[in-house]
């Protein structure tokens, strides 16, 4: 039986085995490209349809909000987590600049958190997912995905190799991005033993 992302887990395997290789730089990228555009929208690669297009394209507004259990999240809290961990690390971590999200975004996107959603309560988790503007939340997760593409084409094997900066750490908790929480700032600690390769290998903790 088919399953979403099929297929990708061995590509994930080869990058892993080179993405470090300093003769290897550009097929990594390569392979972290096909990686990163089979799991956004098609238009942010500016690719053909695929299962991310045919599965969120698809889905009625209020299919986002629903929580089958308590061990689940809803669609609209996992887009919003993967957006938000997409443009911390990468803008912030990886390009060593700014993350897109602003006070703007935030209003546009009618959210009331600014941080990754990980230390949530079910019911908070709901509430996110009642308020939040959904086209908004895709297209903030396609500037992010675009701009992260944008980074990846101008690494270098040095960067892939570099640790990332505890300045940047320090950046994400003073703007929100995580809280003091225990079920959120331990990501700080998380991304801060990476280097560069080890947060674009797609192995985000995503739990909250």
Known sequence: MKYFGEGLSDVHKSLNKIIRKEDEIER?????????????????????????????????????IIMPTGKDETIAW????????????????????NQLFDDGWKQRMNSP???????????????????????????????????????????????????????????????GGVTEQEDSVWLLDFWGKKDVAGILLPCHASSK
């Open 28 to 64: 990594a990228k390569s392979l972290f490209l096909d990686l990163h555009r089979e799991l956004h929208l098609s238009e942010v690669s500016e690719g053909k349809e695929n299962e991310v297009d045919r599965l969120l394209l698809d889905l009625k507004a209020d299919e986002y």
């Open 78 to 97: 996992v887009l919003w987590h993967i957006a938000r961990i997409e443009d911390l690390t990468m803008g912030i971590l990886v390009g060593d600049g």
């Open 113 to 175: 958190i600014s941080d990754t959603g990980n230390s949530l309560s079910d019911d908070e988790i709901m509430d996110l997912s009642r308020k939040i503007n959904v086209a908004e939340l895709l297209h903030y997760r396609n500037e992010v995905g675009i701009r992260t593409r944008y980074i990846v084409k101008n690494l270098s094997s040095v960067d892939m190799r570099t640790k990332v900066p505890s300045s940047g750490l320090d950046k994400i908790l003073s703007e």
